[in-house]
Nanobody, 126 residues
Framework: QGMLVESGGGSVQAGGSLRLSCATS????????MAWFRQGPGKVRQGVAT???????YYHYSVKGRFTVSQDDAKNAIYLQMNNLTFEDSAMYYC????????????????????WGQGTQVTVSS
């Protein structure tokens, strides 16, 4: 249940939208927190959005109101709907997950995540 595969990245003009998907190798039948992180060339990795088992979400200030993270436990997946994209949103986007028998708080602290996907590139043209 630790393998994550992202998809949905691509190139889009500023103001456009993309929907990223993150599929897990197993079922999301345990307590989890998952998150989207991004890292542009020469920039630090930044927490974008997070969600946990019970649906608590947090967003980085820069994307709040534009991005929406959601879950589909039946498909063992989470999504990131990105609207009104800007050039500053250009980055490699990574899905991350942590699982436990105990409840986990949603978090954008990257050190809390044990499993990471390979990333999907998002390029926004200004």
């Amino acid at each position: 249940q630790g393998m994550l595969v992202e998809s949905g990245g691509g190139s889009v003009q500023a103001g456009g939208s993309l929907r990223l998907s993150c599929a897990t190798s197993g079922r999301l039948d345990s307590n989890y927190r998952m998150a989207w992180f991004r890292q542009g060339p020469g920039k630090v990795r930044q927490g974008v959005a997070t969600i946990n088992t019970i649906g608590t979400t947090y967003y980085h200030y820069s994307v709040k109101g534009r991005f929406t993270v959601s879950q589909d436990d039946a498909k063992n997946a989470i999504y990131l709907q990105m609207n009104n994209l800007t050039f500053e949103d250009s980055a490699m986007y990574y899905c991350a997950a942590d699982f436990s028998t105990l409840g986990l708080a949603a978090s954008l602290r990257e050190d809390l995540y044990r499993y990471w996907g390979q990333g999907t590139q998002v390029t926004v043209s200004s």
